[in-house]
């Protein structure tokens, strides 16, 4: 079943209520955001590079991050692994959070930093501790340069998200334990 999402986006139903198909919610409007706005967010956070080499070990939280952009989005810097080569690759990676998207999004950039040479379509990574999967961010898209950190990876890490514009700065804590 199909329906018109706000923004006038076709949203696909399924008989998984919780499950949204990627190829469903690719337009996404992140139309700010690219590589050079990545790039600056590293910069702007003293990061020691674009991409730089990670310890997969340093993925404790709270993450601390910034509000910038022309439109003002917020971002972080999170550890990435891929697993799944021998040995494992880790790099640091400009995200925006994006709490109108479920799932995450790799750059081609970030893909290749992570020397992912089977070029899928989606796979599984570490990200700051959290294993979930990460599609490809598509190419000629509205983001296909960017890096995005969507509400499943915020869900399934227990995290809150608090954002300051006064400071223009965004913090992800981890909840404390439910009893």
Request: proline share 7%; glycine share 8%; charged share 20%.
């Given at each position: 079943?199909?329906g018109?999402?706000t923004?006038?986006?076709?949203?696909?139903a399924?008989?998984?209520?919780d499950?949204?198909?990627?190829?469903?919610?690719v337009?996404i409007t992140?139309?700010?955001?690219?590589?050079p706005?990545?790039r600056?967010?590293a910069?702007?956070l003293?990061?020691?590079g674009?991409l730089?080499?990670a310890?997969p070990?340093?993925?404790?939280?709270?993450?601390h991050?910034?509000?910038?952009g022309?439109?003002w989005?917020?971002?972080v810097?999170?550890t990435?692994?891929?697993?799944?080569i021998?040995?494992?690759?880790?790099?640091?990676?400009?995200?925006i959070i994006n709490?109108?998207?479920p799932?995450?999004?790799l750059?081609?950039?970030?893909?290749?930093?992570?020397e992912?040479e089977r070029?899928p379509?989606?796979m599984?990574v570490n990200v700051?501790?959290?294993r979930?999967?990460?599609?490809?961010?598509?190419?000629?898209?509205?983001?296909g340069?960017a890096n995005?950190?969507?509400t499943t990876f915020v869900?399934?890490?227990r995290l809150?998200?608090?954002m300051d514009?006064?400071?223009l700065?965004?913090?992800?804590?981890?909840?404390?334990?439910?009893t």
């Amino acid at each position: 079943m199909a329906g018109i999402g706000t923004g006038g986006h076709i949203m696909i139903a399924s008989k998984d209520k919780d499950y949204l198909p990627p190829q469903s919610v690719v337009d996404i409007t992140v139309v700010d955001i690219g590589e050079p706005v990545l790039r600056a967010v590293a910069f702007g956070l003293k990061e020691t590079g674009f991409l730089a080499d990670a310890d997969p070990r340093e993925t404790g939280f709270s993450l601390h991050g910034v509000v910038r952009g022309p439109w003002w989005r917020p971002f972080v810097i999170a550890t990435v692994t891929n697993e799944c080569i021998q040995p494992p690759v880790s790099k640091r990676v400009v995200f925006i959070i994006n709490t109108t998207v479920p799932l995450t999004y790799l750059s081609n950039s970030t893909l290749d930093a992570l020397e992912d040479e089977r070029a899928p379509k989606a796979m599984g990574v570490n990200v700051h501790g959290t294993r979930i999967t990460a599609y490809r961010a598509p190419a000629g898209k509205r983001f296909g340069d960017a890096n995005v950190l969507g509400t499943t990876f915020v869900r399934d890490s227990r995290l809150t998200v608090v954002m300051d514009f006064a400071k223009l700065s965004v913090e992800l804590h981890l909840q404390p334990p439910q009893t």
